[in-house]
């Protein structure tokens, strides 16, 4: 009889009634799976069991880690799609950590600041291309950055997602030549040794299905520590003491 692998308990970041967070890790999928990809549905199946199987809110590309967010009923599936989708003025807060390759010289890098493309996802290559200028067929994707450390090879960003598109966060980098460690698809240099890319879902902030006066913010560590992520964390702590 095949042993089917258990859902590691230390890796739901929250749960109650209503949602569970889960720490996903690169090659794993929200649902449905091919190849080598890990599916979480069966492995949330077996840990919740019940009538209704917690069911995926949002997605993260297969090769991201961090915050995937679970219903786990039918009326909070429901209400965190409409706060997904902005109905209601309710608001979702998605941060990422992203380590990068160095830019070329030009353009200049501010420390901080907004991003603003037009974008358009290929199904065929499932690539998604960012533009400067506005055209038919486009979509507007936003995000906010802050450069929160340099290593001797790579940039650490911090970033807030304002807008949720296909691809959006690499394919923006991308535009500037800032290609994710590992991320061949847009441009990086070479892949990762145990696979995925280093951009994380480091933190989601939500409305309480149960309380919607309420939030719940829910953290993220990288799932995999290592020197690179641990002197990402290092940064981002000393530039969180030295902010006003």
């Known amino acids: ?13 929250y749960e109650d009634e209503n949602c569970l967070v889960v720490n996903k890790r690169p090659g794993e999928t929200a649902e449905g799976s091919t190849g080598n990809v890990t599916d979480l549905s069966p492995l949330l199946a077996a840990a919740y069991p019940g009538p209704f199987v917690p069911a995926a809110v949002h997605r993260l ?4 880690s961090g915050c995937l967010l679970f219903a786990r009923t039918p009326q909070a599936l429901s209400f965190l799609s409409g706060a ?20 070329p ?3 200049a890098l501010r420390e901080s ?4 493309h037009w974008i358009k996802h290929d199904p065929r290559t499932n690539k998604t291309t960012a533009f400067e200028k506005s055209a038919p067929g486009l979509k507007q994707a936003v995000l906010r950055y802050r450069l929160v450390g340099r290593g001797q090879r790579y940039l650490f960003f911090e970033i807030e997602l304002v807008t949720g598109r296909h691809h959006q ?11 994710i460690k590992g991320d061949l698809k847009y441009g990086a240099r070479r892949s ?11 933190s989601l902030c939500f409305p309480n299905p149960a309380r919607q006066d309420d939030t719940i913010r829910v953290t993220a560590p990288p799932p995999v520590r290592d020197n ?12 969180s003491k030295a902010a006003p």
């Open 61 to 64: 590309d297969v090769p991201v």
């Open 84 to 103: 997904f989708s902005g109905a209601g003025g309710r608001r979702v807060e998605k941060r990422y950590w992203a380590i990068t390759e160095p830019p």
């Open 228 to 239: 690179l992520w641990d002197a990402f964390n290092e940064s981002a702590e000393i530039e």
């Open 113 to 116: 600041g907004e991003l603003i």
């Open 1 to 13: 009889m095949e042993n089917k692998p258990a859902l590691d308990v230390s890796r739901i970041l």
């Open 192 to 202: 990762e040794k145990e696979g995925g890319i280093r951009l994380h879902a480091r």
């Open 105 to 107: 010289p030009v353009p």
């Open 169 to 179: 966060i690499r394919a923006q980098l991308a535009r500037l030549g800032l290609h």
